[in-house]
C-alpha cells in the first residue's frame, strides 16, 4: 500500500472520529432543543448556569429527601433549605449566576440575568409540585404542606426506602442528562445521536444507571408502592429528561439571533433581528411560564393588551391560529421579539379544561401545580416550521412551571 493511501485512511479515521464541529449559534438538532454557543464568553456563561442548574437539581431533591425522613421538621424547614437565606439550594445558585456574579459580564442577551434567575423558579416549582407528587405518592403519614406536593412515607418502611431511593436516583439522572447536554455544547460529542446515547444508550447512559438503582429487577421493587411501580419509575426518567432538554433550550443553551446587513451604495448598513410579520403571525412575545404577565396584567388578557400594543388588531394566538400560520409557513425559523429561537408555544384551546390549560381565575394565570393544573405544548421544529402533536399533562411533562412562548396572531 502506498504512503498516499495510508494518508488518505488515517485521514479518513480521523475525520470520522472528530467532535461534532457545529457554527457558533448552530441549533444542537436531533431531539434536543438550544444552540451551540456563540463563543469562548457565552460558553463560560451557559457551562456556568447549566453546573448550577445541576446543583440546584441535586439540593432541592435533596430538601425532599430530608423533608420525607423528618430530618426537616415542616414545610416551613423545607421552604429554607430550598429558597431561604444563607445556604440554601437558591443562595447557591444566585451566587454563581445571578447579576453579580462573575459570569454576568459574560452572558449572551437571551440568558440575562431575568433568565437566569427563571431557570432556578422553573426547577423549583417543578420538583415541588410534578416532580414530588410522582416520588412520594403514597398515602404515608399526611402531605408534606405548603407549596409541596407529595405524602411524608412512614419512618423507616419499605415504602421510605423505595421513594428516597428513587428522588435519589432522579437526582443523579438530572445531573447525568446536563452533564451530556454541556459535552453536546462544547462539541465533544460526533452528532446527537451519540449525545442521546450518553443519555439513553444501551451501556453506562444515564438511563442505565437509573434502571439500575430504580427498575423492576432493583434491590427495592419489591417494597415500592403501587403508585409507584416499574412503569411509574420509568416514567419519571422520562419526564425528567423532557424537563431538562425544555430547560436547556429556553433558559440555559439558549439561541442568539443571526443578524444579516445590507449594505446601500451610500456604504449605510441596517442590521435586523427581528422576525418579519407573517400572514398569520405577527410575532412572538418572550418565553413565559404558564402564567402570562405582559404589561404588568396576568394571564391571556395581559397577552392579548401586549399583541394589540404591538400589532393593533392582533390577539393571543390559540392552537388553531398556530396551525394556520403553520400552514401559511410562518413558523419556518421564528424567532420571538428579543430574537430568540422559538422551540415551543402553549397550546391555548378555551374549550379544553383548565386543569389543562394552567387556569385558575383567569385563562393561564398559573406557573406550577399545587391544584393539580397543567399544561398543553405544542413543540415546534423551529427549521421546519413544523408543529409536533400537543403534549398534554403530567405524564407527557407539559407544566405550568416550564417555559414556552406565546404568539400574536390576526
Same mark, same amino acid.
Given at each position: 500500500? &502506498? ?12 475525520? +470520522?472520529?472528530? @467532535? ?6 448552530? /441549533?444542537?438538532?436531533?431531539?434536543? /432543543?438550544?444552540?451551540? @454557543? ?7 456563561? =451557559? ?25 426537616? *421538621? ?13 445556604? +440554601? ?5 444566585? *451566587?454563581?449566576?445571578? /447579576? ?7 452572558? #449572551? /442577551? ?11 423558579? +422553573?426547577? =423549583? ?17 399526611? @402531605? ?8 411524608? #412515607?412512614?419512618?423507616? +418502611? ?11 436516583? &432522579? ?91 445590507? %449594505? !446601500?451604495?451610500?456604504?449605510? %448598513? ?5 422576525? #418579519? @410579520? ?41 392552537? !388553531? ?22 422551540? %415551543?408555544?402553549? *397550546? ?10 394552567? &387556569? ?8 406550577? *401545580? ?18 409536533? #402533536? ?21
Amino acid at each position: 500500500m &502506498t504512503t498516499g493511501r495510508i494518508l488518505a485512511y488515517v485521514s479518513a479515521a480521523l475525520l +470520522s472520529a472528530a @467532535p461534532l464541529l457545529a457554527a457558533p449559534g448552530d /441549533p444542537f438538532g436531533g431531539d434536543d /432543543p438550544g444552540c451551540f @454557543p456563540l463563543g469562548k464568553n457565552a460558553a463560560k456563561c =451557559e457551562n456556568a448556569v447549566a453546573k448550577a442548574a445541576s446543583k440546584a437539581l441535586v439540593c432541592v431533591l435533596g430538601c425532599h429527601v430530608k423533608r420525607a425522613d423528618g430530618k426537616l *421538621a415542616d414545610d416551613t424547614a423545607e421552604d429554607a433549605c430550598e429558597s431561604g437565606a444563607g445556604k +440554601s439550594c437558591k443562595a447557591k445558585y444566585d *451566587a454563581a449566576t445571578g /447579576p453579580s456574579s462573575k459570569i454576568d459580564a459574560l452572558c #449572551p /442577551p437571551c440568558l440575562s440575568a431575568a433568565t437566569r434567575a427563571s431557570v432556578f423558579t +422553573s426547577i =423549583e416549582g417543578s420538583l415541588d409540585t410534578d416532580t414530588n407528587a410522582a416520588i412520594y405518592c403514597d398515602a404515608g403519614t399526611g @402531605p408534606f404542606g405548603g407549596d409541596d406536593d407529595g405524602n411524608v #412515607p412512614t419512618a423507616k +418502611s419499605g415504602v421510605q426506602k423505595c421513594e428516597d431511593t428513587v428522588a435519589k436516583a &432522579t437526582a443523579k439522572a438530572a445531573a447525568c442528562v446536563i452533564k451530556c447536554d454541556m459535552k453536546l455544547a462544547a462539541g465533544k460529542f460526533t452528532d446527537a445521536a451519540s449525545e442521546d446515547a450518553c443519555e439513553t444508550g444501551a451501556t453506562k447512559s444515564c438511563q442505565v444507571k437509573y434502571d439500575a438503582a430504580t427498575g423492576a429487577s432493583s434491590k427495592i421493587a419489591a417494597s415500592c408502592p403501587s403508585c409507584l411501580d416499574a412503569p411509574a419509575r420509568a416514567g419519571l426518567f422520562a419526564n425528567m429528561k423532557t424537563f431538562i432538554d425544555a430547560l436547556q433550550g429556553a433558559g440555559v443553551y439558549c439561541c442568539e439571533p443571526t443578524t444579516t446587513t445590507t %449594505s !446601500t451604495s451610500t456604504t449605510t %448598513s441596517t442590521t435586523s433581528t427581528t422576525f #418579519p @410579520p407573517g400572514t398569520v403571525l405577527k410575532t412572538v412575545l418572550p418565553s413565559t411560564t404558564g402564567r402570562f404577565n405582559f404589561n404588568l396584567v396576568v394571564g391571556v388578557p395581559g397577552s392579548d393588551a401586549m399583541c394589540t400594543s404591538l400589532y393593533p388588531g392582533s390577539h393571543t394566538c390559540k392552537l !388553531t391560529d398556530l396551525q394556520a400560520a403553520q400552514a401559511a409557513g410562518d413558523l419556518v425559523g421564528v424567532k420571538d421579539m428579543d430574537g430568540v429561537t422559538v422551540t %415551543s408555544f402553549w *397550546a391555548i384551546d378555551p374549550s379544553h379544561a383548565n386543569t389543562l390549560q394552567c &387556569t385558575t381565575t383567569v385563562a393561564w394565570d398559573y406557573e406550577t *401545580a399545587h391544584t393539580g393544573h397543567f399544561a398543553e405544548i405544542a413543540d415546534l421544529d423551529n427549521a421546519t416550521g413544523t408543529l409536533h #402533536p400537543v403534549r398534554s399533562g403530567l405524564a407527557q411533562s407539559a407544566i405550568c412551571a416550564s417555559l414556552s412562548w406565546v404568539g400574536c396572531c390576526q
